[in-house]
């Protein structure tokens, strides 16, 4: 299947995943005065503050970079009979649902995405869950009802 099949994230993905992972960071960085006044022994207080500062090392590739890649990797392509999705940083995920498989189909919005009117599609069947997160809510709602339809078909067809 060609690229041009399959549909990307809101652009406002980006902007969704560096607001939740920019408040994670501030998150981290709240211990280091804690550290710095309440720890007498330097040895102690330096192995504490190298781990802390790695993490913070990570969690700035995490909040600064990596939405954009993330961003451009993820795709998704559904019809009639599937649901496809590829994701991922450093390992691609290739995913694909037949559209019988599917037991619910959820629609969830955290307060970051409401900001943003994201929403995250929820894709569930018996052996696992699968979500495409990010998409602009109208489209989300859009292919909850597609989808819904088509599985009240298969229903319908099997009786």
């Known amino acids: 299947m060609s690229d041009s099949n399959y549909k990307n994230l809101s652009l406002n993905a980006k902007k969704s995943w560096f607001a939740a992972r920019f408040i994670f960071l501030l998150i981290l960085l709240i211990p280091i005065p804690f550290i710095l006044i309440g720890v007498h022994n330097k040895k102690i207080q330096l192995v504490v503050l190298a781990i802390l500062g790695l993490f913070i090392f ?3 590739l995490n909040t600064f970079l990596y939405p954009y890649i993330e961003y ?10 599937k ?23 959820n629609l969830n919005q955290g307060p970051i995405n409401r900001i943003f009117k994201l929403t995250d599609l929820e894709i569930m069947t018996a052996g ?29 067809e099997d009786l």
């Open 58 to 60: 990570l969690q700035l």
């Open 83 to 105: 649901v496809e999705l590829i994701h991922g940083i450093y390992f691609i995920t290739t995913s694909v649902i037949p559209i019988v498989r599917i037991q619910n189909i």
């Open 72 to 81: 451009k990797q993820w795709k998704y392509f559904i019809n009639d009979e």
């Open 128 to 156: 696992n869950n699968f979500t495409i997160p990010n998409i602009e809510s109208s489209e989300a709602n859009k292919l909850c009802e597609f989808l819904r339809e088509k599985i009240n078909d298969a229903v319908k």
